[in-house]
């Protein structure tokens, strides 16, 4: 009787060692799969900001341009009411690029936000389907 007691100790350890090594198992995959979500997100941030900041150079390169063509206009002025208008102008349009490209900026800032959260959003519904399935 001892040595059934024992045999049938000796598989209920071995039933429970099985059972934490293939938790543990299903732990560090889960946390691989949740690390490589991040890894693609952040991939996709950093992509998504250096395109956005190509295109604020292009801006600033612009506007470095216009404003050479605008102080080269104030010098070819006839009189000073002349270099008002033209000063205003030039104001005025500078005033619009920055409405503008502000503008362009949020909406750039808002589509790579999506786009980078979408890894992590497919990550949760899959980990929310697994919960479902065990429960």
């Known amino acids: 009787r001892f040595e059934n007691l024992t045999a049938d100790a000796q598989a ?3 039933e429970a060692a099985d059972r934490a090594v293939a938790l543990s198992k299903n732990a560090v995959e889960f946390n691989r799969e949740n690390i490589e979500t991040l890894i693609e997100s952040g991939k996709i941030a950093a ?14 390169r612009e506007n470095f341009v216009e404003a050479s063509r605008a102080l080269q206009g104030l010098f070819s002025v006839a009189t000073p009411r002349d270099m008002f208008e033209k000063q205003a102008d030039y104001v005025r349009s500078g005033l619009d690029r920055v409405m503008d490209q502000t503008s362009n900026n949020a909406d750039a800032v808002v ?5 980078a959260y979408q890894p992590i959003a497919d990550r949760v519904s899959e980990i929310r389907k697994e919960l479902n399935k065990a429960a």
């Open 47 to 60: 992509k998504g900001a250096q395109e956005i900041g190509k295109t604020n150079l292009k801006y600033t």
């Open 12 to 14: 209920r350890a071995k």
């Open 111 to 115: 589509k790579l936000a999506g786009k």
